[in-house]
């Protein structure tokens, strides 16, 4: 008994100290969310050019598809694009039996050559003449042209600026209005969309005759989406 007597007063002690303490308050806080978005005039081109060949010989085929690939890609270096800002993303070649009208094989098979170019042009302003270049020394299809930025970092970091002001003069706004005063920043993360919205402009057939073809750059937007939690004093 004599021993278990100091125990016990111990553990109450303990006990006493612990629920002293009680639980903490809890800060209140708002959260509140800004959106920026930032609009830049393209100043790269991202261009894949097609060039298809076809034959009853599968090597003639693909001879003169590699002659017209090199043709493209000479003319695409005089038009001043580098060798780094080129290559070629697809080669492919297939074959198809041919059938007379009465649906019987013929024995014959043609030959589909595709190779595909994909370059950068660093003179979105130079594309027209440059697709009707390509078009005119072996290139028979334009597959896609995407606008984009060299540096996207620059209006994704003003987007974010904006979002960040946004979310800023709303939580100031809340608060006047509910009597309370901001106190710092607890907390911000980004979410939504950080992916800039690319235009692409429309395929285009087969190229000939003279002029340059009509493409227009138009505009890239850049959003952003930003969540501030503040504490409320």
């Known amino acids: 008994m004599r021993k278990a007597l100091p125990i016990l007063l111990l553990a109450g002690l303990v006990l006493g100290a612990c629920t002293g303490t009680g639980p903490q308050p809890e800060q209140r806080t708002i959260i509140v969310t800004g959106t920026g978005t930032t609009r830049v005039t393209p100043d790269i081109a991202v261009v894949s050019l097609g ?20 043709a493209v890609t000479d003319a695409l ?3 001043g694009i580098a060798a780094e800002d080129m290559r070629t993303v697809n080669f492919y070649v297939s074959s198809q039996q041919l059938f007379d009208p009465m649906g019987l094989p013929t024995g014959e098979t043609t030959y589909t050559v595709d190779n595909t170019i994909l ?16 078009l005119r020394v072996g ?23 904006l ?24 907390s911000i993360s980004e979410g939504g969309s950080v992916t800039p919205l690319y235009y692409e402009a429309p395929a285009f057939g087969k190229g000939g005759g ?22 409320l004093n």
């Open 163 to 186: 979002a960040v002001a946004d979310a800023q003069r709303q939580a100031e706004q809340l608060a006047a209005a509910a009597g309370v005063s901001l106190g710092t920043v607890r």
């Open 51 to 70: 060039v298809q060949t076809q034959g009853a010989d599968v090597g003639a085929a693909v001879q003169e598809n590699s002659r017209r690939a090199r």
């Open 139 to 161: 290139s028979n299809s334009v597959q896609s042209v995407n606008y984009s930025v060299a540096d996207p970092s620059v209006p994704m970091d003003e987007a974010r600026q």
């Open 210 to 231: 003279g002029g340059g073809v009509p493409v227009e750059s138009g505009t890239l937007e850049f959003p952003a989406q930003i969540t501030l939690t503040y504490i």
């Open 77 to 79: 270096t005089e038009q």
């Open 119 to 134: 370059f950068t042009l660093r003179a979105p302003e130079k594309l027209g003449a440059v697709l009707q270049v390509a």
